[in-house]
């Protein structure tokens, strides 16, 4: 970049008058190469990021695509805010007066632009190395890559891509010194004098920041990793050093403890640490709260009362199913899916990113107990190890990191959480939405949709008040299908027992054992099963009517009531069609007064004895089973239908009538025979 | 094929001598002849009911005593019912798990918000505080409703449901006492015609008049239970129309004023909250965004 400036400069180094002007002159001569260096430099510089990101990048088609990510980092990033540097630089260029201080502005605007961006592509330039140390040992694709940069940019020279990937920092670091080049040949009391200066510590801040990001990624990503070792791993790499370093820090502590030693208290990063449990234990209550809800509504869902069939056609019931149903196939899922996206997911990050920190801090303190042992040791000693040098460095350098990065973590991490919250509250308000606009349709179609709700739930009050008295007749009616009668047969030889009672008590009073009955007291009486009594009262003397007095025939005392049946006589004539409710002390014991009531039987008089009788009285006459007997009367001389005059064996007498049957017997009674 | 009445006695010759073959019998049904068992009616109607179920073959009626058309009609009627307890059974299981399940989300709402408060943040952001209280008090109403839509579902659902179940016990139980009777009544009735078939002396006259006494009461009382069912059982079922439409009713506008509140209040939440609707989409990005700001920082492990 030689021009004829220079020529001009040395001829006029002579002249005394002009010793004022030329040296300003020459100021300004330099100012301007200056200014034409950097225009210059950077158009090549974006040239050359141009050509590395487009033709040789797609070129290196044999490197996979993460390699070419960490290689070229964000090159792209880089060429577009380079380009716009470039395209105001040279806007300026058209303003000549003000084209320095133009320049000063415009290096203060892109200052953050230019840090965001270059910071990036530093953090990731050592593994970039890595990678090309990598490729170097593979003779065949270092010397394909070697060709293919060689075509593009024949002066990369043979460390190719090594000498490509530097360029971008080799530029970051220039601009402060081409900066630096125009203020020094701008006079000290020009307008764009301050603007230079102020964008020259501007880049060199930049610079510095730079730096010292990096240094803190180093840091950081050599202790943030939470390592997953297993226990023979972990015991595989302690040994000596590791040992020492840990038993020396217990000590530290139990020391601190124990107040041998002062704790270095840090008021400021105490402060912090709480405050950062505090974000910690916020996210994971709240992710463990949040996956309780969902398993819940996932247990809400799992159940589907709509799916049972209760044969009703139409009605509430038939609504309800369809509504449920909507909601379980479509609005909740929606819900639940959305929940998991945009609540779960986010938390689940957010309490990921936790873990960093958290690792952070706690090699901090290992640090600092470290750090603590070297400055007793150097009050002892005087001096420090290279190592215990490297402690205390690693100390600084961890806390400087944490204290400038904690609370940036918990503003965010705060931020965040905030958003999240009111995601979940925006996905409550929607679920209700979507239910409200599904049961519209069917809240149209109730019975009762105009009545308010509190008139309805009187309603439905009433209503089930009702069917519930209904409900309960339907069960007592149920409950009201007695077991059947169960006539006992008679014990063998008790038929005169029975006849003795029958005629002393008549037949309304015969009861028959059930089952068997063994008395406790005095007066219980213990009888078989189908033992016949008499009835004398039915309740004891105390009142108690589950306890009733009767007689055998031979002795009289009390059994329990529940074990008696009504003895059927076998009365004639009873009617029990059409009862809906045979009650065991109802009409069975009063047989009904006429024949007339039976179908009409044609009238025979063939007549036997079904018990055997034994006549008492001259009035009447002894029966045996089964025997043949002629019916002469149906009533005694009182009209009394319980005794028949009959006559047997050329005998004539009374008899009871209910000993006595007709054979063959009417028709049974029942359902329709055939014919 | 019918047998002749003169072949009666060589029949019960064949099984030994009147009554005291029957216990024998009861031991080894197959000395009934086969044909006796599956004989038709002289009307030509099937035998119905062969029952050989029944441990005891003896004491199956040569004549029909309830008619296919009742039986099936019974059945019919009894087999929609026990459908029906059935479904009501496990419906009102369900409910209950379902509302069961809903209370705990409920709950575990409220715990949500709880714990959010209990933070010692709250003391340092007073955004964050004021946030937090606004989605507590949100929860909590929400939950008391809740509740109160859980009650309305227990009282006018669950109750109900168990009421119209607890009818079935009995009614299983009168079925139970029917075919009871169902059976006395075949077995007397058998009882009867053999005495029928026999030989009219006085003893098996008395005898017969004994047995038609004891069948009787019986019979009647088996046509009274049948009766009673046929005419019960078909009502009860219908009464399910009346009885459970009011509770689904009331289960459906429960849940609309639940939702209703709900909707109310938390759109409430989300106006204050200064939340506008934003697409889902956005909202993703936006998480995105918020990730990527933690990743920046160093001490935020990358992986």
Excluded at chain 1, 624 to 629: E, N
Excluded at chain 2, 238 to 251: A, K, M, V
Aim: glycine share 4%; hydrophobic share 35%; charged share 25%.
């Amino acid at each position: 970049m030689t021009d004829h400036g220079d020529d001009e400069l040395s001829s006029r180094t002579g002249s005394p008058d002009k010793e004022g002007r030329v040296p300003e002159e020459r100021s300004l001569l330099h100012q301007s190469l200056a200014v034409r260096e950097l225009i210059d430099t950077e158009v090549s510089y974006l040239h050359v990021l141009q050509l590395c990101a487009s033709d040789i990048r797609s070129h290196l088609q044999q490197l996979p695509q993460g390699d070419l990510d960490v290689l070229f980092s964000n090159i792209d990033d880089i060429i577009k805010v380079n380009s716009k540097l470039l395209h105001d630089l040279q806007e300026t260029a058209a303003r000549e007066e003000e084209q320095v201080q133009l320049i000063g502005n415009l290096f203060l605007e892109f200052q953050e632009e230019l840090e965001q961006v270059y910071k990036v592509y530093c953090a990731s330039y050592e593994q970039a190395l890595l990678l090309v140390e990598a490729y170097r040992m593979e003779p065949r694709l270092q010397r394909e890559i070697q060709d293919t940069i060689e075509a593009v940019l024949p002066q990369a020279g043979s460390s190719g891509l090594s000498f490509l990937l530097v360029i971008p920092l080799q530029r970051i670091t220039k601009y402060p010194l081409l900066l630096q080049k125009i203020l020094e040949n701008t006079l000290p009391d020009a307008s764009a004098y301050p603007v230079l200066q102020r964008a020259t510590s501007a880049l060199q801040d930049v610079v510095t920041n730079i730096n010292e990001y990096k240094r803190r990624k180093e840091v950081a990503s050599k202790y943030t990793k939470v390592e997953h070792l297993s226990l023979r791993e972990r015991l595989a790499r302690i040994n000596v050093h590791t040992l020492s370093k840990k038993t020396t820090r217990l000590g530290q502590l139990l020391k601190q403890e124990a107040g041998l030693v002062p704790k270095t208290e840090d008021k400021e990063f105490d402060d912090l640490e709480e405050s950062f449990h505090w974000v910690s234990l916020c996210v994971t209550e709240l992710k463990n709260n949040v996956a309780a809800y969902l398993d819940n509504l996932e247990a809400f869902l799992r159940f589907r009362p709509q799916e049972y069939d209760l044969d009703i056609p139409g009605g509430p019931v038939v609504q309800y199913c369809y509504l449920a149903r909507d909601l379980q196939l479509q609005a909740f899922p929606e819900f639940k899916q959305r929940l998991e996206a945009l609540v779960w997911q986010p938390l689940c990050s957010l309490a990921k990113a936790l873990a960093g920190p958290q690792n952070l801090i706690k090699k901090r303190l290992d640090k600092l107990l470290d750090f603590e042992r070297v400055e007793e040791k150097l009050l002892e000693v005087g001096s420090m190890t290279y190592e215990e040098e490297a402690a205390r460095h690693m100390y600084e350098a961890l806390n400087s990191l944490l204290v400038a990065e904690l609370p940036q973590f918990k503003q965010l991490a705060v931020r965040w959480l905030g958003q999240i919250l009111c995601t979940f509250v925006t996905l409550q308000r929607d679920l209700a939405k979507q239910v409200l606009q599904r049961a519209e349709g069917s809240l149209a179609q109730l019975p009762h949709h105009h009545i308010s709700d509190p008139a309805f739930r009187k309603l439905v009050e009433d209503a089930l008040g009702q069917t519930s008295h209904q409900l309960h007749a339907f069960q007592e009616n149920f409950e009201k299908v007695l077991p059947p009668p169960t006539t006992q047969p008679l014990l063998p030889g008790a038929e005169h027992q029975v006849q003795a009672l029958l005629s002393r008590y008549g037949p309304g009073k015969l009861y028959q054992v059930t089952s068997n009955i063994s008395g406790s007291g005095t007066l219980d009486l213990t009888l078989p099963r189908g033992h016949v009594v008499a009835l004398l009262q039915d309740k004891d003397t105390k009142g108690n009517s589950s306890r009733w007095l009767v007689d055998t025939g031979g002795h009289r005392g009390y059994v329990p009531a529940g074990k008696l049946e009504l003895y059927h006589m076998v009365p004639r004539e009873e009617e029990l069609r059409g009862q809906a409710r045979p009650h065991r002390d109802s009409q069975r014991q009063t047989p009904e007064p006429t024949l007339a009531s039976v179908p009409s039987v044609p009238a025979v008089t063939q007549v036997v004895a079904v018990y055997p009788f034994v006549a008492r009285s001259s009035h009447e006459v002894s029966l045996q089973a089964g025997q043949q007997v002629t019916v002469l009367e149906a009533q005694d001389k009182k009209g009394n239908p319980e005794w028949s005059l009959v006559e047997v064996n050329g005998q004539r007498g009374y008899v009871p009538s209910s000993f006595l049957a007709r054979a063959p017997g009417p028709a049974l009674w029942g359902w329709s025979l055939p014919s | 094929m019918r047998l002749a009445p003169s072949s009666r006695p060589a029949s019960s010759g064949q099984r030994g001598a009147g009554l005291t073959s029957l216990p024998g019998d009861w031991l080894n049904p197959e000395a009934i002849p086969q044909d006796r068992v599956a004989a038709e009616d002289p009307g030509g109607r099937a035998r119905f009911g062969t029952m050989s179920w029944i441990p005891f073959k003896i004491g199956q009626p040569k004549k029909q005593i309830v008619p296919k058309t009742v039986e099936r009609d019974f059945e019919r009627e009894y087999g929609k019912l026990q459908q029906l307890e059935e479904q009501t059974k496990r419906l009102q299981k369900d409910m209950k798990k379902s509302t069961d399940a809903d209370l705990a989300m409920s709950k575990s709402a409220v715990k949500i918000s709880l714990d959010l408060l209990s933070n010692p943040l709250c003391e340092q952001d007073q955004d964050f505080l004021n946030m937090v209280t606004a989605l507590d008090t949100a929860m909590k109403r929400m939950d008391a409703f809740n509740q109160e839509k859980v009650n309305q579902i227990q009282k006018t659902v669950i109750e109900p449901l168990k009421k119209f179940g607890s009818v079935f016990p009995s009614l299983n139980m009168a079925v139970k006492r029917r075919e009871q009777a169902l059976q006395d009544y075949r077995r007397l009735q058998a009882k009867v015609e053999k005495y029928e078939e026999k030989e009219k002396t006085g003893p098996v006259l008395a005898k017969l008049h004994q047995a038609r006494e004891e069948l009787r009461p019986v019979r009647d009382d088996f046509e009274a239970k049948n009766k009673q069912l046929l005419d019960e059982m078909p009502r009860f079922y219908n009464s399910r129309l009346d009885y459970f439409q009011p509770s689904f009713e009331s289960l459906i506008r429960a849940q609309v004023v639940y939702y209703s509140e709900m909707h109310k209040i938390f759109g409430d939440l989300t106006q204050q909250l200064a939340q506008p609707g934003r697409p889902d989409e956005q909202r993703e990005r936006e998480n995105e965004a918020r990730l990527s700001e933690l990743r920046a920082l160093s001490i935020v492990a990358d992986d």
